[in-house]
Nanobody, 116 residues
């Protein structure tokens, strides 16, 4: 399973970015999809999750500012990030969590830098 993330970049505080993660795998529709982030020297943290059933959850730090969505026809999961803060600076990684195989597959990550 290969995941391709895109959309990162440099943005000023208060700005917005949209991240996308695409795949060609046939298991996409039956998998939970998530975005994680990892800042330098810090652990990898869950940012947002959308299950195969459409249930959504967010980290407290991004709730109300970020929106996750998925398009099963396009096999894409997106993360809309608004009101960005310098503390949102990190490498953002998408993950596909397969219930059938109990495995998690990772994309290569995309860097988001928020300047103050």
């Amino acid at each position: 399973v290969q995941l391709q993330a895109s959309g990162g970049g440099l943005v000023q505080a208060g700005g917005s970015l949209r991240l996308s993660c695409t795949t060609s795998t046939s298991i996409f529709a039956n998998a939970n999809m998530a975005w994680y982030r990892q800042a330098p020297g810090k652990q990898r943290d869950l940012v947002a999750l959308i299950t195969r059933y459409g249930t959504i959850d967010y980290a407290n730090s991004v709730r109300g500012r970020f929106t996750i969505s998925r398009d099963n026809a396009k096999k894409t999961v997106s993360l809309y990030m608004n009101s960005l803060k310098p503390e949102d600076t990190a490498v953002y990684l998408c993950a596909l969590e397969s219930g059938a195989s109990a495995r998690t597959y990772w994309g290569q990550g995309t860097l988001v830098t928020v300047s103050s």
